[in-house]
């Protein structure tokens, strides 16, 4: 049986080491995305102030003890200088402390404001996660939808399946059915949970919400560039927690108006009154035409 397990792991293992050795590795960005929402900017802009006031206070603290080790060694002063009860230093590394969080609270305190702002909506969406996909329901355009991991990447994960990973384009970051929004409008988007905690997160747009079930999270936010927009559930969720991707496709106003006229202001969903049993949610997914 080991035997078994290790020609069935090989394969993936061999190519585990060639992505690792390839462009694709190389090419990953290790800072946080700058996105294309306001919300994102501003976090993007609070987080690199973060990083370089870090930068210079690692630079000042580590340049003393170079400059103490080096001025203040043994050959030039035997014995050390007495700083004990020292008011004036005592002071000092109060003093400069709360200065520094004084200075950081501030603009940390008003993107935490505009994130929280969710007036004037120009439209709503409740997102609901389920084990192990999203519904989506426009409540205003009368359109609901499932949207899960879409076939292609749910055949490739399964282990004596043909497809390959390395075979399909956005392996494991593909939908049946992305969710579809218009640029520069302040969407309102409400996600709450359907049978266990979920959390609907996309870097680019600077959003994540966990999904509690009997709960709401709202965020506002505005999309200011086309484009299609990917995240993933961001909480441990169960089995199927890593194949629960999220694809957000923004869309111009004219467009996204075109979209939704052909959806005909409905898509086919399933109405229940809790919890859609997995086959028939599934079976929705797969049979809805985005």
Same mark, same amino acid.
């Given at each position: 049986?080991?035997?078994?397990?290790f020609?069935?792991?090989a394969?993936?293992?061999?190519? *585990? *080491?060639?992505?690792?050795?390839?462009?694709?590795a =190389?090419?990953?960005?290790w800072?946080?995305?700058?996105?294309?929402?306001?919300?994102?900017?501003?976090?993007?802009?609070l987080?690199?102030?973060?990083?370089?006031?870090?930068?210079?206070?690692?630079?000042i603290?580590?340049?003393?003890?170079?400059?103490?080790? %080096?001025?203040h060694?043994?050959?030039?002063?035997?014995?050390?200088?007495?700083?004990?009860e020292?008011?004036?230093?005592?002071?000092?590394?109060?003093?400069?402390p709360?200065?520094?969080l004084?200075?950081?609270?501030?603009?940390?305190?008003?993107?935490?404001?505009?994130?929280?702002?969710?007036?004037?909506?120009?439209?709503? %969406?409740?997102?609901?996660?389920?084990?192990?996909?999203?519904?989506y329901?426009?409540?205003? =355009?009368?359109?609901?939808f499932?949207?899960?991991?879409?076939?292609?990447?749910?055949?490739?994960?399964?282990?004596?399946?043909?497809l390959?990973?390395?075979? %399909?384009?956005?392996?494991? =970051?593909?939908?049946?059915h992305p969710? +579809?929004?218009?640029?520069?409008?302040r969407?309102l988007?409400?996600?709450?949970?359907g049978?266990?905690?979920?959390?609907?997160?996309?870097?680019?747009?600077?959003?994540?919400?966990?999904?509690?079930? /009997?709960?709401?999270?709202?965020? +506002?936010?505005?999309?200011?560039?086309?484009?299609?927009?990917?995240?993933?559930?961001a909480?441990?969720?169960?089995? /199927?927690? *890593?194949?629960?991707?999220?694809?957000?496709?923004?869309?111009? %106003?004219?467009?996204?108006?075109?979209?939704?006229?052909?959806q005909g202001?409905?898509?086919?969903?399933?109405?229940?009154? /809790? =919890?859609?049993?997995?086959?028939?949610?599934?079976?929705a997914?797969?049979?809805?035409?985005?």
């Open positions: 049986m080991g035997t078994s397990l020609k069935k792991a394969p993936l293992a061999t190519g *585990a *080491a060639a992505w690792a050795l390839s462009g694709a =190389q090419a990953v960005d800072n946080m995305p700058y996105g294309v929402t306001n919300t994102a900017h501003r976090t993007w802009d987080h690199m102030m973060m990083f370089y006031l870090c930068v210079a206070i690692g630079a603290v580590f340049g003393l003890m170079f400059y103490s080790l %080096v001025a060694r043994r050959s030039r002063h035997p014995e050390p200088e007495q700083f004990h020292n008011t004036a230093v005592e002071i000092t590394w109060t003093v400069i709360f200065l520094i004084i200075a950081v609270a501030i603009p940390a305190a008003a993107t935490l404001v505009h994130i929280g702002n969710d007036s004037h909506p120009d439209m709503s %969406v409740k997102i609901t996660g389920y084990q192990w996909l999203w519904k329901d426009y409540p205003h =355009q009368n359109i609901s499932y949207s899960r991991l879409d076939w292609k990447s749910d055949q490739a994960r399964m282990l004596g399946s043909k390959s990973p390395f075979d %399909v384009k956005h392996y494991d =970051q593909n939908v049946t969710l +579809v929004l218009p640029i520069h409008k969407i988007l409400m996600v709450t949970g049978d266990v905690i979920h959390s609907w997160w996309v870097p680019a747009l600077a959003i994540k919400r966990d999904a509690i079930p /009997g709960f709401v999270n709202e965020q +506002v936010t505005t999309i200011n560039k086309p484009g299609t927009y990917r995240g993933e559930c909480e441990l969720c169960g089995r /199927g927690h *890593a194949f629960m991707p999220i694809v957000v496709k923004a869309l111009p %106003v004219d467009q996204y108006d075109a979209w939704v006229k052909k202001g409905h898509v086919p969903w399933i109405k229940s009154a /809790g =919890q859609p049993a997995g086959g028939k949610a599934n079976s997914a797969k049979s809805s035409k985005s």
